[in-house]
């Protein structure tokens, strides 16, 4: 079993930035982690992506060389930071985490077996 907890999201005005973190307790921290968003009426999203060994990122082409993925093992964590807000970028957001191996897609919500109950951020224009 892992438990997420997501903290970090608020309130920040267009251009600005925000640091998302997500702690992971449970089993051992070795295990591929993500980050999705979702805003009212869409579908989850894809944000980025990390595996547990080598670092390897991936990132959605909406937030690459905005939004920066990064994990510390020694202290179960993975963070995301977010610059260059924009208020499309408003919406709920979740870390995830992969326990079950590198088969299949990382890009899709259904890769993950574990979920945060999300934190909201809000970009206001």
């Known amino acids: 079993q892992v438990q997420l907890v997501e903290s970090g999201g608020g309130l920040v005005q267009a251009g600005g930035s925000l640091r998302l973190s997500c702690a992971a307790t449970?089993?051992?921290?070795?295990?591929?982690m993500g980050w999705f968003r979702q805003a009212p009426g869409k579908e989850r999203e894809f944000l980025a992506a990390?595996?547990?060994?080598?670092?390897?990122?991936y990132y959605a082409d909406s937030v690459k060389g905005r939004f920066t993925i990064s994990r510390d093992n020694a202290k179960n964590t993975v963070s995301l930071q977010m610059n260059s807000l924009k208020p499309e970028d408003t919406a709920v957001y979740y870390c995830?985490?992969?326990?079950?191996?590198?088969?299949?897609?990382?890009?899709?919500?259904?890769?993950?077996?574990?979920w945060g109950q999300g934190t909201q951020v809000t970009v206001s224009s």
């Open positions: 995830a985490a992969n326990t079950r191996g590198y088969s299949g897609n990382r890009y899709e919500p259904l890769w993950y077996d574990y």
């Open positions: 990390i595996t547990w060994t080598t670092f390897n990122t």
């Open positions: 449970g089993r051992s921290f070795r295990y591929a």
